[in-house]
């Protein structure tokens, strides 16, 4: 069995190896499928590699003996490679008490737009000024928006700006196993050290702590000692804290106490900006001006699925040896057409916001007063009746709301058109108002 090598040896390894790879693969395939890999740690004569999921998949797949070939002219003692998560344990290498943060996690890496911007701006400012701005903050939205992006963002800015400030960041999964196997066999002291001796504490998809009692009792309290000694606390979940409807009211009321911000799907022109600055970094040529758009128009959910959309279009690009373009996209991307996706949702929230007299972001938010509430359930209505979108997906758009809640606005709407001529004569005006935006747009 080989010896493990320390870290630092094995960043220079991989340094050295990488070297070897640009030289055996074209510069956009290295771009692509081998530069975002990283090493995660090493067993015996295994090296375990870590990156994006669409990437580890295919560089697997592809690339796995190129690797290995390269390891060994690199004149490493390891003969095999194991693509590992980005979040997974590594033997030899891994923090048991702690996540390794995605160094490609920062402020300047994200992209803004009108749904995340509210969302940027308030992680920036805890990330200048911790305990001072917001305390807690609490961001909440759909899975693949950018939350996790932003907690680490702000864990890697305080690294790089506030060496002296102690920072944790960790799933709210990893900490309930933590905090069971603790409770098992290490015992809970050095666990409460770890998490409440600190400055900063970021933690990710709260939500899991949801019907785990136990969990939930210590988080209580390692929250209330670290908000008493005036540390920052930022979480995040996919709904908002009043929906976490099986957590402990005191733990809701409190995730309450500061600021709560929405991050929500990407418009057209974001997603466009996150598959330009994707390609760029990809060092990918594209003659057709328009395939970047279709592909925008294609996928709406968010910016992960928009970067697997991405990835499966260059890597059929790549293998059929055909230029990315418009109808390469169309035949890897089917099924979803133009009237159907986010930019016509858009329009449909726009209209309805502002035929109730109210913005765009008060009709998607959380708002229960009567006219947020009926003009949501009404643009939902005007959704699933005009789209092929399913119940899920037009939930995802609403603010992250689920299949119950769509499907509730749904029925409210229908039991109302034949009761209420006034709100039948206001749907059917809107129908036709986005009918014929559709129509002049095409």
């Keep these: 069995m080989s010896d493990v090598p320390p870290r630092q040896d094995l960043e220079a390894l991989w340094r050295a190896t990488q070297d070897r790879l640009k030289a055996s693969v074209p510069g956009s395939t290295y771009s692509l499928w081998l530069e975002p890999l990283s090493p995660a740690g090493a067993d015996a004569d295994t090296l375990y590699l870590t990156g994006p999921e669409s ?42 008490h702690g996540v390794e943060l995605n160094p490609n996690y920062t402020f300047d890496r994200f992209v803004i737009g009108p749904g995340n911007r509210l969302a940027h701006g308030a992680a920036l400012a805890v990330a200048e000024a911790p305990s001072e701005a917001y305390n807690p903050l609490f961001l909440h939205g759909p899975p693949g928006l950018g939350k996790t992006h932003l907690l680490t963002a702000i864990a890697n800015y305080l690294g790089a700006n506030a060496p002296g400030l102690s920072v944790r960041y960790a799933t709210a999964e990893s900490f309930t196993n933590e905090f069971v196997t603790a409770l098992k066999s290490t015992g809970v002291d050095a666990f409460k050290a770890r998490y409440r001796d600190i400055d900063v504490l970021l933690i990710d998809d709260v939500q899991f702590l949801e019907g785990k009692a136990a969990t939930e009792e210590e988080f209580f309290h390692t929250f209330n000692a670290l908000y008493e000694a005036g540390s920052q606390l930022v979480l995040s979940a996919d709904r908002i804290p009043s929906e976490l409807s099986t957590l402990a009211a005191r733990l809701r009321d409190r995730f309450e106490w500061g600021l709560t911000v929405p991050v929500e799907p990407p418009n057209l022109a974001t997603r466009l900006t996150v598959l330009r600055r994707l390609v760029k970094e990809s060092g990918i040529e594209i ?98 009746e005009l789209t092929d979108l399913s119940l899920p997906q037009i939930g995802r758009l609403y603010g992250g709301r689920d299949h119950s809640t769509v499907l509730n606005s749904l029925r409210r709407v229908e039991a109302s058109l034949g009761e209420d001529d006034e709100l039948s004569g206001r749907v059917s005006e809107l129908r036709q108002t986005i009918h014929s935006y559709d129509s002049g747009s095409a």
């Design 55 to 96: 990437v580890r998949t295919w560089a697997e797949r592809r690339y796995a003996k190129l690797i290995v070939e390269a390891l060994a002219d690199a004149g490493a003692d390891l003969t095999r490679v194991v693509f590992a998560g980005e979040r997974a344990a590594v033997p030899g290498h891994a923090d048991p």
């Design 287 to 384: 003659a057709d001006s328009g395939a970047l758009s279709e592909l925008a128009h294609r996928i709406d959910a968010n910016v992960r699925q928009l970067h697997g959309a991405l990835t499966r279009v260059l890597a059929h690009a790549s293998l059929m040896a055909k230029p990315l373009s418009s109808e390469l996209i169309a035949e890897v991307i089917p099924g979803v057409s133009r009237s159907a996706t986010a930019t016509s949702v858009e329009e449909i929230q726009q209209r309805v916001a502002e035929d109730f007299g109210i913005s765009r972001a008060e009709l998607i938010g959380s708002s229960r007063a009567a006219t947020p509430l009926r003009a949501r359930q009404v643009a939902i209505f005007l959704t699933r």
